[in-house]
């Protein structure tokens, strides 16, 4: 029985090995390919390296002037143009003075800077999730190629290609994920706070650690303070004015390289449905149900103020990430926390391990699926998403029954 089973991890592992290593090599190699083309300046990098040049000029509180965007962006080589004369530099400036040290005259070196700058938070990244998993009785084999799995999900590597800092953005919420599983409230205030790097996934996390969680609320409080002051001395309070004045274009306006009917939130599933459906009311309908999953995640998180429970955590991302009110693939990376955590309460409490097992090849399925998808038609594409999706949603709902009834009966 015993030499039964160690044939089956051997052959567990060795597929694993195999969906793996041929991500990886096809990331390195399109990476390779793209860095030598002129893709690259249609890529949403040229709104990062447009921030850093503005820094770099010694004008960062004009880091969020529009006519300063598109005359930087104007100059840069390649044929790609952005309908509105730019590809918006919206995010908050916090990465601005590290963007200013990567943001050379040469934009493709920069491009390569800015990679490995990201690399590095990758591996902090994989570095958390194989000691949670790790704390969490898995093995050190089946913790590498779950941690592997995670951090080669392919949305996240299409982020790295586009030059996006979704990787950041992770690392706030994989500490603030941690924080909850440890109750730490240092690690789950301050990662939460440090994810407001994107605002429309930290504000409805935000809202419902503030309405449950009293200790974890002024560590989040602390530290958003602390960005505001740095944004404050950094970009003046006229940047402060030309950044909600981008807000209120990009939440308006289907220019600046936005593309809403492209999006993998609600507001995306309304326009691709509904074709003749108007913009204006489309993104009307999608705030009013950004603003109800908003009101469930604090609901669910106030009716759970004494329990960390991981599946609130799942129920409370994916109703963030999939209503959002701005959300391109690369942003449904987040979508990896509510994995870890079915393969953490899986291995938990032990219902069972042929489930535990086949968790470890859900992400590189998918990822290898999301990868073919690209040669086919989006609707594909998006029906894998909407796939991964519904069955996170299910897995966490049924898991979460399960393990209310097994407390109760204890």
Same mark, same amino acid.
């Given at each position: 029985?015993?030499l039964?089973?160690?044939?089956q991890?051997?052959? &567990?592992? %060795?597929?694993? !090995?195999?969906?793996?290593? =041929?991500? #990886? @090599?096809?990331?390195? /190699?399109?990476?390779?390919?793209? *860095?030598?083309?002129?893709?690259?300046?249609?890529?949403?990098?040229?709104s990062?390296?447009?921030?850093?040049?503005?820094?770099?000029?010694?004008?960062?509180?004009?880091?969020?002037?529009?006519?300063?965007?598109?005359?930087?962006?104007?100059?840069?080589?390649?044929?790609?143009?952005?309908?509105?004369?730019?590809?918006l530099?919206?995010h908050?400036?916090?990465?601005?003075?590290?963007?200013?040290?990567?943001?050379?005259?040469?934009?493709?070196?920069?491009?390569?800077?800015?990679?490995?700058?990201?690399?590095?938070?990758?591996?902090?990244?994989?570095?958390?999730?194989?000691?949670?998993?790790?704390?969490?009785?898995?093995?050190?084999?089946?913790?590498?190629?779950?941690?592997?799995?995670?951090?080669?999900?392919?949305?996240?590597? &299409?982020? %790295?290609?586009? !030059?996006?800092?979704t990787? =950041?953005? #992770? @690392?706030?919420?994989? /500490?603030?994920?941690?924080?909850i *599983?440890?109750?730490?409230?240092?690690?789950?205030?301050?990662?939460?706070?440090?994810?407001?790097?994107?605002?429309?996934?930290?504000?409805?996390?935000?809202?419902?650690?503030?309405?449950?969680?009293?200790?974890?609320?002024?560590?989040?409080?602390?530290?958003?303070?602390?960005?505001?002051?740095?944004?404050?001395?950094?970009?003046r309070?006229?940047?402060?004015i030309?950044?909600?004045?981008?807000?209120?274009?990009?939440?308006?306006s289907?220019?600046?390289?936005?593309?809403?009917?492209?999006?993998?939130?609600?507001?995306?599933?309304?326009?691709?449905?509904?074709?003749?459906?108007?913009?204006?009311?489309?993104?009307?309908?999608?705030?009013?149900?950004?603003?109800?999953?908003?009101?469930?995640?604090?609901l669910?998180?106030?009716?759970?103020?004494?329990?960390?429970s991981?599946?609130?955590?799942?129920?409370?991302?994916?109703?963030?990430?999939?209503?959002?009110?701005?959300?391109?693939?690369?942003?449904?990376?987040?979508?990896?926390?509510?994995?870890?955590?079915?393969?953490?309460?899986?291995r938990?409490?032990?219902?069972?391990?042929g489930?535990?097992?086949?968790?470890?090849?859900?992400?590189?399925?998918?990822?290898?699926?999301?990868?073919?998808?690209?040669?086919?038609?989006?609707?594909?594409?998006?029906?894998?998403?909407?796939?991964?999706?519904?069955?996170?949603?299910?897995?966490?709902?049924?898991?979460?029954?399960?393990?209310?009834?097994?407390?109760?009966?204890?």
């Amino acid at each position: 029985m015993e030499l039964a089973k160690n044939k089956q991890r051997i052959i &567990l592992f %060795i597929i694993l !090995g195999g969906m793996l290593g =041929f991500l #990886l @090599l096809i990331y390195i /190699l399109a990476w390779s390919i793209f *860095i030598q083309g002129t893709a690259v300046y249609g890529t949403d990098f040229i709104s990062f390296y447009t921030a850093g040049r503005i820094v770099r000029l010694g004008q960062p509180q004009e880091l969020f002037n529009l006519d300063i965007q598109r005359s930087i962006q104007k100059n840069l080589e390649g044929d790609y143009y952005f309908s509105g004369g730019s590809n918006l530099s919206q995010h908050p400036p916090y990465l601005a003075p590290l963007l200013a040290l990567i943001s050379i005259d040469d934009f493709k070196l920069a491009f390569t800077l800015w990679t490995f700058v990201r690399i590095l938070i990758w591996i902090a990244c994989g570095w958390i999730i194989f000691n949670l998993l790790r704390r969490n009785k898995f093995d050190s084999l089946s913790t590498f190629f779950a941690s592997a799995g995670f951090l080669l999900f392919y949305p996240l590597f &299409l982020s %790295i290609l586009a !030059g996006q800092d979704t990787i =950041f953005i #992770l @690392l706030g919420l994989l /500490l603030w994920q941690t924080g909850i *599983i440890e109750s730490n409230a240092v690690k789950t205030g301050l990662g939460l706070a440090w994810s407001t790097l994107s605002p429309t996934i930290a504000g409805p996390l935000g809202l419902a650690l503030v309405s449950s969680r009293r200790k974890a609320s002024v560590w989040f409080f602390l530290g958003c303070s602390s960005l505001f002051l740095f944004t404050l001395a950094f970009i003046r309070i006229g940047g402060i004015i030309d950044f909600i004045n981008l807000m209120k274009i990009s939440s308006t306006s289907s220019e600046f390289g936005l593309n809403p009917e492209s999006m993998y939130n609600f507001l995306g599933f309304l326009l691709r449905t509904f074709p003749k459906f108007e913009l204006t009311a489309a993104r009307q309908t999608a705030w009013v149900a950004e603003i109800v999953s908003t009101l469930i995640i604090v609901l669910l998180w106030i009716r759970n103020r004494q329990v960390n429970s991981l599946f609130i955590v799942n129920i409370s991302i994916v109703l963030a990430v999939f209503f959002s009110p701005h959300l391109h693939i690369h942003s449904t990376t987040f979508l990896l926390l509510p994995a870890i955590n079915i393969m953490i309460r899986l291995r938990q409490k032990n219902w069972t391990n042929g489930l535990t097992a086949v968790s470890l090849y859900f992400v590189p399925v998918i990822s290898i699926l999301q990868f073919m998808s690209a040669f086919l038609p989006p609707s594909i594409g998006y029906s894998i998403y909407y796939f991964e999706l519904i069955l996170i949603l299910i897995i966490s709902i049924q898991l979460y029954q399960r393990e209310t009834v097994h407390n109760f009966k204890e």
